[in-house]
């Protein structure tokens, strides 16, 4: 315990040192340069923790001390204007010093390997950097497409796909016992699903979204055969070409392709082939039955629009990973999240760009949403008419707030607040339709099959 002590006031005085020393070459350096200067530092002294610090709660002793010392960075005037402009003299808004701090914490604490440790860590630390320097540089072709998508150059994520491959590939290598092919094979996905978070990324959110996402990769990945590790990549491979397609017959973005892979591929390792299938259903028809026509394709939605529409049913499957004795009813709540947003999209789409009445928006919205989505959900789940009649009462209530936030909110100019206010509705109604169904099922077997 001395040890973990001294080694963490160590850490400690690393920071602060590294601090000054980038704020006494910052006339010489960019604000990104200086910034970076402390990223890579700081991750190379992160990636020693496995080896010197042998108590898990010296590490979360640190984390604290070192947030402490971030914050006060920024609430501190003087400090905020002099040694503070290393870390917050980007035009930018972004909390990627304080993100890059509980990642570390997060990752050690769940580590049961030093590998599994070491592989985020060091592309958060490398990857990100590299990249980032490569697409001020030489960056040439911006993917962005809309105004709420942060500036990523097609130069930066190829440079960051290489870097994270090399970042899996050399621990996978000479720290586990995996076989060549399996590592080639990894490390390949690794790389794909690093360039994807870091090219969706804003405001510094991947340096919390890259090291835990990389993370619950390397767990669920490195025991799998080189059989299932190629069916997972040809399964990726097909949403490819379903993502095109779907790209070339509506209005989403580049970025928007790379965030519904991104969630498509989380989805299928967290969940299965049966988890798939709901969101795959919405992403696959929200543009088609009526086909989008030319007025509505300008209407040019970031990937922000993907996040609205998975992250409730996203946040269900990483809680039935920890309950899993709820697994077969968070898996109807999952199902639903993605009927409803399905049925709401195809209302406000009618109703805004078809010049459908209400009625009619309504009705169609909801056939629409339980042929593709509900009757599946039942088929899979084999629930009783019970659970599948209050599934259904669910999807109309939907209906009545999305005709009031349609009314309050102009959807040919769709916004952070329209977002915010899909999410928080949808939540709310899977929070309250599970504690219903949770009460109800009780005694009540509901077994999905192929789990």
């Known amino acids: 315990m001395i040890f973990d002590f001294v080694a963490a006031i160590g850490v400690l005085i690393l920071l602060g040192s590294v601090v000054l020393v980038a704020k006494y070459f910052s006339k010489r350096l960019t604000p990104e340069g200086s910034r970076k200067i402390i990223h890579v530092t700081m991750g190379c002294a992160a990636l020693s923790f496995p080896f010197i610090f042998e108590h898990r709660l010296t590490i979360v002793i640190l984390g604290i001390f070192a947030i402490a010392f971030l914050l006060f960075l920024r609430i501190h005037k003087g400090l905020r204007s002099g040694v503070g402009t290393t870390l917050l003299g980007i035009q930018r808004k972004s909390l990627g010093d304080i993100y890059f701090v509980i990642s570390i914490v997060i990752v050690f604490l769940l580590h049961q390997s030093a590998f599994e440790y070491i592989i985020p860590i060091a592309i958060?630390?490398?990857?990100?950097?590299?990249?980032?320097?490569?697409?001020?540089?030489?960056?040439?072709?911006?993917?962005?497409?809309?105004?709420?998508?942060?500036?990523?150059?097609?130069?930066?994520?190829?440079?960051?796909?290489?870097?994270?491959?090399?970042?899996?590939?050399?621990p996978l290598q000479l720290m586990t016992e995996v076989g060549r092919a399996e590592v080639l094979a990894i490390s390949f996905l690794i790389g794909i699903l690093a360039a994807i978070i870091e090219a969706v990324s804003r405001h510094g959110n991947d340096n919390l979204l890259l090291p835990l996402l990389t993370y619950s990769f390397v767990r669920e990945n490195t025991g799998l055969a080189i059989d299932t590790l190629l069916i997972n990549f040809g399964i990726m491979l097909f949403f490819v070409l379903l993502v095109l397609l779907v790209y070339k017959l509506t209005n989403i973005t580049r970025l928007s392709v790379a965030y519904s892979l991104l969630s498509m591929y989380i989805i299928l390792i967290l969940g299965g082939v049966f988890w798939i299938l709901p969101p795959l259903a919405l992403f696959l028809t929200f543009g088609i039955f009526p086909l989008m026509k030319n007025e509505e394709k300008k209407m040019v939605q970031s990937y922000k629009v993907i996040e609205c529409n998975c992250i409730v049913g996203v946040i269900c499957l990483y809680v039935s990973v920890f309950f899993p004795e709820y697994r077969d009813i968070l898996y109807i709540s999952f199902s639903l999240?993605?009927?409803?947003?399905?049925?709401?999209?195809?209302?406000?789409r009618l109703f805004n760009f078809e010049n459908r009445s209400v009625g009619v928006s309504i009705l169609w919205g909801t056939v629409k949403s339980f042929v593709f989505i509900a009757l599946p959900a039942l088929a899979i789940t084999r629930m009783n008419w019970v659970a599948f009649l209050l599934y259904f009462i669910f999807m109309l209530l939907s209906m009545p707030p999305a005709v009031y936030l349609?009314?309050?909110?102009?959807?040919?100019?769709?916004?952070?607040?329209?977002?915010?206010?899909?999410?928080?509705?949808?939540?709310?109604?899977?929070?309250?339709f599970t504690i219903i169904f949770v009460l109800i099922s009780t005694g009540t077997k509901i077994v999905p099959v192929g789990w």
């Open 337 to 348: 999240s993605f009927a409803v947003h399905l049925a709401i999209n195809t209302y406000s």
């Open 124 to 170: 958060l630390t490398f990857a990100d950097s590299i990249a980032a320097l490569v697409g001020i540089s030489y960056g040439r072709y911006n993917m962005a497409q809309h105004a709420q998508e942060a500036m990523k150059s097609r130069e930066g994520s190829v440079m960051f796909f290489i870097i994270a491959f090399i970042c899996a590939l050399v």
């Open 406 to 432: 349609n009314k309050k909110y102009d959807y040919k100019n769709v916004g952070d607040v329209t977002f915010n206010a899909n999410k928080i509705m949808v939540g709310a109604l899977m929070v309250g």
